[in-house]
């Protein structure tokens, strides 16, 4: 049983860091690219909007490793 809640709890974790991360990189674009946002919103489609949030992820990523 304690096997099983601490893989739960890591899940739980892991889903916590994932949504926050997915939270900042929207609130990056909703303050730095609103148009790209408005575009999204316009269309419809989650494609526009799941493609920026994964650029800026991408972006963050890649400035990150370059860091280290």
């Known amino acids: 049983m304690a096997r099983l809640t601490r893989t739960a ?3 739980n974790a892991a889903l ?3 949504c926050a991360v997915a ?3 929207m609130m990056q ?3 730095t690219r609103p148009e790209r946002l408005v575009a999204a919103v316009a269309e419809g ?3 526009t ?3 920026a949030v994964a650029s800026q ?3 963050w990523l890649h400035a990150l490793l ?3």
């Open 9 to 11: 709890l890591q899940v």
């Open 16 to 18: 916590g860091i994932l």
């Open 23 to 25: 939270a900042g990189a």
């Open 29 to 31: 674009l909703v303050l």
């Open 45 to 47: 489609g989650y494609s």
């Open 49 to 51: 909007l799941v493609a």
């Open 57 to 59: 992820l991408a972006g």
């Open 66 to 68: 370059r860091f280290l």
